[in-house]
């Protein structure tokens, strides 16, 4: 089994490395990939299990687009036979069409998905995260400078109970098309949430027995009945 993670040298914002690491540890005999700006994508010359993609900063966007404008196609093309991949925090923005900033900078995103995100610098929006996948309870954690705003037929990721989805006043948050699975929560989202995790391990064909299980489950769950407590106000 492989997993190919693009552009660790930029992508590796807010903790979002150890979603990779932590998979490692649950199932030692995945092959990791780690794919370079300058380097040949994996998933172009044979099969991956999961291609992640991990936040970066506005340049560190910028080159994530250069790198992969070449190779869009194929991408594409995968995803629509059904490739697993997994996106967190602001690369989001880098799939969508464009972005758009109050200090005039713009980016041009792949277009993969029809979205476009709205960027104000000095309004930096710090938030956690409570909603629902396939029933499963998903815990997060948003920082970011915008909020994306996306056609009706795209289909969510997550469904909100309580926290800002893919933009204030939206019910659900993310994206999903195919096995293209795309958040707006940073960190390390795969440690919060083990029973996604499992999940994510039998996408991929590998055991979902999990490193550290019993202390990953029973912090998830404290984690979940902290943020549901009511008057808990999700904004930091």
């Not at 990779?20 to 300058?38: A, D, F, M, N, S």
């Not at 967190?88 to 900078?105: E, P, R």
Request: contains cysteine; proline residues 5%; negative net charge.
């Amino acid at each position: 089994m492989r997993v190919e993670v693009l552009f660790p040298e930029i992508c590796n914002l807010s903790g979002d490395g150890m979603n990779i690491r932590y998979l490692h540890q649950c199932c030692p005999e995945l092959e990791i990939v780690e794919t370079g700006l300058k380097d040949r994508p994996a998933f172009l010359d044979g099969p991956v299990d999961l291609i992640y993609l991990g936040s970066a900063t506005e340049k560190g966007l910028e080159l994530m687009v250069e790198a992969l404008a070449p190779h869009r196609e194929a991408l594409v093309e995968r995803i629509e036979q059904g490739q697993l991949m997994l996106v967190t925090g602001n690369a989001l923005d880098a799939l969508g069409n464009y972005v758009t900033s109050d200090d005039g900078w713009h980016l041009d995103g792949l277009g993969i998905l029809d979205t476009h995100a709205e960027y104000h610098m000095m309004d930096r929006h710090n938030s956690f995260f409570l909603g629902k996948f396939e029933g499963m309870d998903i815990v997060g954690f948003k920082s970011l400078f915008g909020h994306t705003h996306a056609a009706v037929a795209e289909e969510p990721l997550f469904a909100v109970e309580k926290g800002v989805g893919r933009c204030p006043g939206a019910m659900v948050e993310g994206f999903r098309h195919n096995n293209l699975l795309v958040t707006y929560l940073t960190g390390p989202l795969l440690v919060l949430n083990p029973p996604f995790t499992k999940w994510l391990l039998r996408q991929m064909g590998a055991p979902d027995t999990l490193a550290f299980e019993a202390a990953a489950m029973d912090n998830y769950q404290k984690r979940v009945a902290e943020f549901r407590e009511p008057g808990r106000d999700y904004m930091y």
